[in-house]
């Protein structure tokens, strides 16, 4: 379907009806596909219900082991410096460069522009996926960019994650991006 994000500001009271529309569809599309493929029980039997507990896991706080942190972060951060120096020697240009990443993608490469959901030239997630999904030839360069950015946000959104002072932390459970696996090999 068309994209609809753009109305949220300008016509808020229309980006929601298409939000609570496109929901509703969802839902009894994904109601239909659990029912076919047999999980309709694990999501509604078991996957909601732990809901309430991952909501309490936000407020009270999970206890964590900051020896085994610093490893994982240890770990992440050796990654995602390999994975910075591997897109870099393949391209010559730097990850953080989004301007420069756009005119390897759409200039050097010669992919067709993706445009975000504001209507700019993007290099988001969901358009690398369905580029590497239509021109296999550069999948191997854009999943590359992919690692990089998923080791990335992998380090500072969780390993990285703050502590409270009584050394907890507060996690926020949020949907998976609904693109994400769409175009995953």
Not at 58 to 71: N, V
Not at 89 to 104: I, L, M, P
Not at 121 to 148: C, G, N, Q, W
Request: hydrophobic fraction near 35%; charged fraction near 30%.
């Amino acid at each position: 379907c068309k994209r609809w994000k753009h109305e949220s500001e300008e016509h808020p009271a229309k980006y929601n009806a298409y939000d609570a529309s496109r929901t509703l569809e969802l839902y009894d599309a994904l109601h239909a596909e659990l029912e076919k493929t047999d999980q309709l029980e694990l999501f509604e039997g078991t996957i909601m219900p732990c809901v309430p507990t991952l909501a309490r896991m936000s407020s009270h706080g999970l206890l964590m082991d900051p020896q085994k942190r610093d490893e994982w972060v240890a770990h992440l951060s050796k990654e995602f410096d390999g994975a910075i120096l591997d897109w870099q020697a393949r391209t010559g240009v730097s990850v953080r460069a989004g301007k420069q990443v756009n005119d390897y993608l759409y200039g050097t490469l010669g992919l067709p522009m993706k445009l975000g959901k504001y209507g700019s030239v993007t290099s988001e997630e969901s358009a690398l996926r369905e580029l590497a999904t239509d021109y296999p030839e550069h999948a191997e360069i854009l999943h590359a960019l992919l690692k990089v950015r998923k080791l990335g946000k992998d380090l500072k959104t969780y390993a990285e994650v703050a502590m409270s002072p009584d050394g907890l932390v507060h996690p926020n459970y949020l949907p998976a991006n609904k693109d994400t696996e769409k175009y995953d090999q």
